[in-house]
């Protein structure tokens, strides 16, 4: 009798560490909200489809919020088209709220092309504690992104957010780089349109100023900005004396590029610089898996203020702002 109970208990242990490795290895349920933007086909694409070559596994889309904001153009005249793809294509739920997205998933991707209302759509899911990556624009101002920030420290629930051009292979080669020695400034780029609804470089410029802290990392104390047109030339000083400066482009050749200047070297990524999404769907799906942002909430912070302050700057004929005026 004492054989046969413990043969059952071998038995019923085995069976638990199967169930419990086929579980670890079920992939995390995504869910969406906001469908305003190109990002939520591309990353359903990449995490939903085994077969695409750059297929990032250990996660599914499978429910989504629509969202939408009817005075941004590129929200408006784009959501149902993206909506109906997730649908027809990627068989994914579309859902009436974030509470009820929330009950379906386990994590969630933040895409709403418009900032503004990221802080009400964030906090249903910070209070049902599920890890979230916030696309860009993070937000549509700096108080708006501290009080993101401060939501989730409430919670306990970890977040992130960046562009994807951090992530870029040649980006992230350019800062390891051995040849380069240490790190003295930079030089980046990126197009940089605006929108009404946002501060200017909150809406695209983003990814030139993501592209600048990549490479200098945060510590920047002050922010001056020459503005035209045309394009922008924002320069910050760092407190350990670097100087590193964006150039927003409005007119001409619209790219995106790199120059780091060291003590042995000075190397410039390829013109023009390869991006894609892939490097960025994977640092989400492992925050997802392990809770460790890739960035920290300080620097998204200082990404934030930084370019807060270059509105500033601007607005005050190109006097330079403290940074210490917006990280109080």
């Not at 599914?60 to 088209?81: F, N, Q, T, Y």
């Not at 799906?285 to 509105?311: C, H, K, N, W, Y």
Request: hydrophobic fraction near 40%; charged fraction near 20%; glycine fraction near 8%.
């Amino acid at each position: 009798m004492n054989k046969i109970i413990s043969n059952l208990s071998a038995i019923i242990f085995s069976l638990l560490v199967m169930t419990a490795l086929t579980s670890a290895q079920d992939p995390i349920r995504v869910g969406i909200i906001g469908l305003d933007t190109s990002h939520v086909t591309a990353f359903t694409a990449l995490l939903n489809d085994p077969a695409n070559p750059n297929h990032v596994p250990g996660a599914r889309v499978v429910a989504a919020w629509k969202g939408g904001s009817p005075d941004v153009e590129s929200s408006a005249s784009r959501i149902d088209r993206f909506t109906s793809e997730l649908q027809t294509k990627w068989n994914v739920e579309i859902v009436g709220s974030i509470e009820e997205l929330c009950s379906k998933v386990d994590a969630v991707l933040l895409e709403s092309v418009d900032g503004r209302p990221h802080p009400a759509q964030v906090k249903p899911v910070l209070a049902a504690k599920k890890r979230v990556f916030i696309d860009k624009p993070f937000a549509a101002s700096y108080r708006d992104a501290a009080e993101i920030a401060r939501l989730a420290k409430a919670s306990g629930t970890p977040f992130f957010s960046s562009s994807s051009l951090r992530f870029v292979t040649e980006l992230q080669d350019l800062r390891r780089s051995e040849k380069l020695g240490q790190l003295l400034g930079a030089f980046v780029f990126s197009p940089s349109p605006t929108e009404p609804h946002h501060p200017d470089l909150f809406w695209y410029g983003i990814h030139g100023v993501e592209m600048l802290f990549t490479l200098m990392g945060p510590g920047c104390e002050s922010v001056t900005r020459v503005n035209t047109n045309g394009s922008d030339m924002v320069t910050g000083r760092w407190k350990d004396g670097r100087t590193a400066t964006f150039r927003g482009i409005r007119d001409g050749k619209q790219d995106y590029g790199a120059v780091a200047f060291g003590s042995k070297a000075v190397i410039p990524t390829n013109i023009p610089m390869k991006i894609d999404y892939r490097g960025l769907v994977v640092e989400i799906i492992r925050f997802f898996q392990t809770g460790v942002p890739p960035v920290s909430p300080e620097e998204t912070l200082e990404i934030m203020a930084f370019m807060e302050a270059a509105d500033l700057s601007k607005a005050r004929s190109g006097q330079p702002v403290k940074m210490s005026e917006l990280l109080k």
